[in-house]
């Protein structure tokens, strides 16, 4: 998914499209991120459930994505990663908040749940870094 945000969405759009899970096997028609993604190593699993999987997906203002199962949409993952500009390791939590299927795999969309200030800086920060 290497398409830029349109420009003719309004934020409601936007915002609408970020919050709608995908009908599994549906594509998406367009991205319609606002913000700019970088490549992220996570570690990732389901709620308080067993071990982490490491995980490459992108990162960007308030979520990530990356590609595995098919988890349900709402359902929510413990996610592990590290920052430049956060010294430890960031542990928080995410929701699935849209499951597509691209090229035979399953690309999960995972909006942070009420991530620390200094995640946001740090992410904003960086995100403006790459850019």
């Given at each position: 998914m290497s398409t830029q945000a349109?420009?003719?969405?309004?934020?409601?759009?936007?915002?609408?499209?970020?919050?709608?899970?995908?009908?599994?096997?549906?594509?998406?028609?367009?991205?319609?991120?606002?913000?700019?993604?970088?490549?992220?190593e996570l570690l990732v699993r389901e709620e308080q459930m067993g071990s982490y999987d490491q995980r490459v997906g992108n990162l960007g203002l308030?979520?990530?994505?990356?590609?595995?199962?098919?988890?349900?949409?709402?359902?929510?993952?413990?996610?592990?990663?590290?920052?430049?500009?956060?010294?430890?390791?960031?542990v928080l939590e995410a929701e699935v908040v849209r499951v597509a299927e691209q090229a035979g795999q399953f690309g999960i969309h995972l909006r942070f749940v009420e991530p620390p200030l200094e995640l946001e800086m740090a992410v904003a920060k960086y995100l403006h870094q790459t850019h």
């Open positions: 349109s420009t003719s969405s309004t934020p409601a759009q936007a915002a609408t499209s970020v919050n709608t899970p995908a009908v599994p096997g549906q594509e998406l028609a367009e991205d319609r991120r606002d913000s700019h993604r970088i490549p992220l308030g979520g990530v994505f990356f590609t595995a199962g098919h988890p349900p949409p709402r359902s929510r993952m413990d996610l592990r990663l590290r920052l430049p500009g956060i010294r430890d390791e960031v």
